[in-house]
Structures are given as C-alpha cells and as structure tokens.
C-alpha cells in the first residue's frame, strides 16, 4: 500500500515537472512566435515600400524620356496625346512611337 503511494507521489511530482517545462517551452515559442510575426510585418512593410518606389521610378523614367523625346522633336503634346499614368505600359509604349508632324501632313495636303 505504501509502496503504491509513493509510486502515485513520484508520478505526481514528474506530471509536474513535465508541465512545469511544458509551460517554460510555451512560453519561449511564443516569444519566437511573436519575434517570427514582427519580422514578417516588417518585411511586408518594406516590400509594399519596394513597390510603391518602383512605381514612382517607372513613372520618372517615362516622364524622363517623355522629356527627352519632346526636346528631341521639339513639339508640345496636346493633353489627348498625354496618356494616364494609370494606364498599362504597352499602352504608354504605343504613345512613345513617333507621329507624323502636323507639318509634313500639311506639306503633303498642299502637294
């Protein structure tokens, strides 16, 4: 009978300190957790900022070579030429091909 008992406090006494380092394990993958979660915000903070960047690079680099193209033919766009930035690039590519001018078309008329 004793012999039961004491059987019975040492599986009480190792349930305990099972749970005990059970609870200390728990507790340190939550901080991993919490740690892990932190650091995925973070890097989707700073991939949306890639992004938005890039975006704003792209629209720089087309109005750079907007500029370019401009100064080299030297002719105003009238705003139903300006394309939205919104729009897709191929669009915007179909913008950059070169126009015939208003006066070679009137050069042609009077021939």
């Not at 006494?13 to 507790?27: E, L, M, P, R």
């Not at 892990?36 to 070579?65: C, G, K, P, S």
């Amino acid at each position: 009978m004793w012999k039961q008992v004491v059987d019975l406090g040492k599986k009480i006494y190792s349930v305990t300190q099972d749970t005990q380092k059970n609870i200390a394990d728990i507790k340190a993958i939550q901080t991993q957790l919490e740690t892990l979660t932190e650091t995925v915000r973070r890097m989707a903070y700073e991939q949306q900022r890639d992004r938005e960047n890039a975006v704003h690079e792209r629209v720089n680099l087309f109005l750079r070579l907007e500029v370019a193209l401009l100064r080299s033919n030297r002719q105003p766009l009238s705003s139903e030429d300006t394309p939205s930035l919104l729009e897709d690039s191929g669009k915007m590519l179909s913008f950059l091909k070169p126009k015939a001018s208003s006066r070679a078309k009137s050069c042609k008329a009077k021939q």
